[in-house]
Structure formats: structure tokens, C-alpha cells
């Protein structure tokens, strides 16, 4: 049905708007949808908001899974497992029914293992994330109201914005990106696991200012209330508010920075620098900024950052001798030896 209706917009990019009903037998809503988007219009696919997709209801496993740019899905309702994942530009929405009385702050809006391996995009949700909330996300932005165990479990890039509290091991193995945790409490250094990340203040007014337009992205997308509490008392607020970083990541930062910043000031000098120096941008995932020479000069691999998978030349098993493997019943291939198979 959605691809039907979004017809307008796969065949001349025009704005397209849908309104429907949700269960939690429907899985993977969106991304049948974005295999056409990205098909015919590769991998920048759409403007932003061309498809816009308006559920009521409960969504079934895997909602908005790989969505792609120019879509975004509106869920009035709560959402299973595997929300966002492996989310590619689109944008997901999620709040509690508009008549509902409750506090969503204090209840769940979406299941365990949301936004895993995420690249890129934006995710908004008013109420609180089950386990494993962004675990390996590698670039995309996420705001949340609070998160169960693990959050931000192995995340490699982008950020996400936690506005209450988490449950333990908080950024266990989490080498890359950045996360914002609201520390009311004064409670969340026992819950997070520092074994590779550093807790900070945010002090850098650029910074702060990017931090304050997501939470007020996050009110304008969900009317959350503990967005409107924040956006209130801001600078009283930002005292209690945690910065999570990778301490890897903040070094590989800094460096770039540094290297940023000596180009830029280095006189065109041709013994020494040509004028047009090409200044390297911020990495988005930390694994882009550290190769491993030895691993490129053995094995020559392309690895597409974007999908996640490495890229290899195809080597199948030779064939034993048929004479030596005619007198056994072992393998007719030859195993390939453990160099090649590293």
C-alpha cells in the first residue's frame, strides 16, 4: 500500500503524505519503500520529507528498518524490537497517543536493540527505549527520554541524546561517536561503563548549541513534554547534563583538529606546501580514522563504510589430488591455508 501511494513521489518527486492504521503483525513498515527510493534514486535518495507516513497504532518488529533519505515515519502508538535498524537518512518519529494520560518518561515506547547499525538519519522518541538502545549505531542522531541495560552498546558514530535516566553498563565498548546523558540525578557515573569513554562537561558553545537544536527537534516532531522542562531551564540544565566520549575518538578528534588547524596556517610556501592543501574532515565513524596498514597491505580490501561490509575477491577451495582423495572419505576441496583465511 505505501509503495502505491507514494507513487507520486518515486515518479516525479513530488510531496506525498499518507495516513494509516498499524498492528504489530507488520513488520519492517518502510522498508520494502526504501529499496524503491534507493533503486531509483540511489543512495542520496529524496529530499527531505517528500514521503511522509503517518501511523496509529503498534508497530511490529523492525520498524522504519534501513530507511531510506526523503522518508519519514510518524508513529502515534509504541513499537517493538529493531526500531531504525540500520537506519540510512530516513527520519523516525514515535509518541505516545495524543489522548493518553500518562507520563512518558516513565514508560517504554519502543523494544529492545533500536537504531542497530544505523548509519545516518534522525530518530525521535517520546518515552523511554528498552535495552540495547543505538548499540553499533555509526551515524545517525537519536533523542530519547531514558534507556534500559547497554545503552549506546558498541556505537561508532553519531550521536544520541538520552533526556533521563539509563539502566547499567551504559556504553559498553563504545569507541566512536558522541552521547548526551541528562544526569538529574546525579546517578549515572555508577550505571556507565568507562572502561573506553571519558564523562564531561559541555562546554564548547557550538557544541551546546547543536545539542539544544536536537532537543528542540525533538519537541517540535513529538510535543514532548521533558523537552519543553529542558528547553525552560537551560542553562541550569546543561550543568547536569553528561557527555559520554570515546576517549579514542576524542584523541583521533583532536588530531584531525590540530592538523585542521596548523594547514590553515601554514604559508604557501612551494618547498613546503602546496597551496592547495586538502583538509581532511571529521571522521564520522572511528573506525574510518585509525586503517590498519598491515591488514591493507596483506589482504587489499575495499570496505564500504556506508553498508557495513567488506568487500572481497572471491577464492574457492582447490581440489585435493583425485588420486590421494579417491582412497578416503575426506573432503574432495583442500582447505585454504590460515594466512589466507585471515
Known sequence: MLIAESEPAL?????????????????????????????????PGLPDDTIHVMLNGSAGQSFGAFLAPGITLELEGDANDYVGKGLSGGRIVAYPPKRSN?????????????????????????????????????????????CGDHGCEYMTGGKAVILGPTGRNFAAGMSGGIAYVLDAGGTFAGRCNTEMVELERVHDQKE??????????????????????????????LVSMVKVMPVDYKRVLEETANRAAATAHVEADEQCETPNAKIEPL?????????????????????????????YKRRGDPYRNPKRRANDWKEISARQNPEDLK
Open 283 to 311: 571522521p564520522v565513524d572511528i573506525e574510518d580514522s585509525a586503517p590498519d596498514a598491515e591488514a591493507i597491505k596483506q589482504h587489499a580490501v575495499v570496505v564500504d563504510k556506508l553498508r557495513g561490509f567488506m568487500k
Open 102 to 146: 500518562f507520563r512518558s518518561e516513565e514508560n517504554v515506547i519502543i523494544g529492545n536493540v533500536c537504531l542497530y547499525g544505523a548509519t545516518s538519519g534522525k530518530a525521535f522518541f517520546r518515552g523511554l527505549a528498552a535495552e540495547r538502545f543505538c548499540v553499533r549505531n555509526s551515524g545517525a542522531i537519536a533523542v530519547v527520554e531514558g
Open 208 to 237: 551546546i548549541d547543536e545539542l539544544r537544536s536536537y532537543i528542540e527537534e525533538h519537541l517540535a516532531y513529538t510535543g514532548s513534554e521533558v523537552a519543553r522542562r529542558v528547553l525552560e531551564s537551560w542553562p541550569s540544565v
Open 11 to 43: 515518479q516525479g518527486g513530488q510531496k506525498v503524505k499518507i495516513e494509516c492504521e498499524i498492528v504489530n503483525t507488520d513488520r519492517a513498515v518502510g522498508t520494502t519503500l526504501s529499496c524503491h527510493v534507493s533503486k531509483r534514486f540511489g543512495e
